[in-house]
């Protein structure tokens, strides 16, 4: 395995577990969609330095269903924050 993959998968090792910490105890729903959308975007990196470093696109189509599940998912979130900051008290 490649020296700098594997330096690439121990950087985004960590910040991938400094970002779960944060999905768990994030104080408010808006902290947790950040991080999630943090990492999904960590996962995303690792997969495109991988098929630069490997010279490939086998998991192209990976990066973009990922790429559309965190756009559909922050859209569904700030709407469920909107609709429950506007909701009658």
Not at 1 to 22: E, S
Not at 43 to 59: F, K, P, Q, S, Y
Request: some cysteine; aromatic content about 6%.
């Amino acid at each position: 395995m490649n020296v700098l993959l594997v330096a690439i998968y121990v950087v985004f090792g960590v910040a991938a577990l400094l970002t779960l910490w944060r999905i768990v105890i994030g104080p408010s729903i808006l902290d947790r969609a950040v991080a999630s959308d943090v990492l999904l975007t960590e996962v995303m990196c690792i997969l495109g330095a991988e098929m630069a470093i490997n010279h490939h696109t086998r998991t192209l189509p990976v990066l973009l269903i990922i790429a559309a599940v965190g756009v559909f998912g922050s859209i569904s979130i700030a709407r469920f924050v909107a609709r429950r900051d506007n909701a009658p008290r």
